[in-house]
């Protein structure tokens, strides 16, 4: 079901952006009137990018880190597990600074290069978290074998090396 008042089923995105909510990588920004809007048209910040891929990949996780690297990014903000939790995972950096310091930038826009390579380096990072089977019950009669087919999951799993036994 589409959340949004601004997007319709005939535009060329819509399936992808319904994709995105599906998964929770997005859920729009909430209006005043209690609508949500996905603004396709706007511009991305390098806090949404980070949120978003967070949000797919990052399953809530909450950043370990016990220093922030990030001289721009405080505790309180909505992007903040976001930030450091994709840092810790080497799928995002920040921008050095005179001083050894580092920023994020967070409401910089991001350009299609970072999102891009943060994306590259989210999916390297990707080991195997569960197998599916893709038939759920087999009759066998003795003596007869069958070759199981699986689902790998998440199937972009870089390290797919399994091992399970039936």
Known sequence: ENPFTDIEESQWYYKAVMWA???????????ADGTYIFQPEATCTRAQAAQFIYNLLGESAAAEMEENPFTDIEENTWYYNAVLWGYEEGIISGIAQPGGTFMYAPEDFVTRAQVVKMISCAYEKASVEGIALTETEISLVRGEQIQLDYVLNPSYAENKKVRWTS
Do not use: A, L, P, R
Not at 21 to 31: D, H, L, P, R, W
């Open 21 to 31: 909510v599906e998964n929770n990588v997005t859920s729009g920004i909430k209006q």
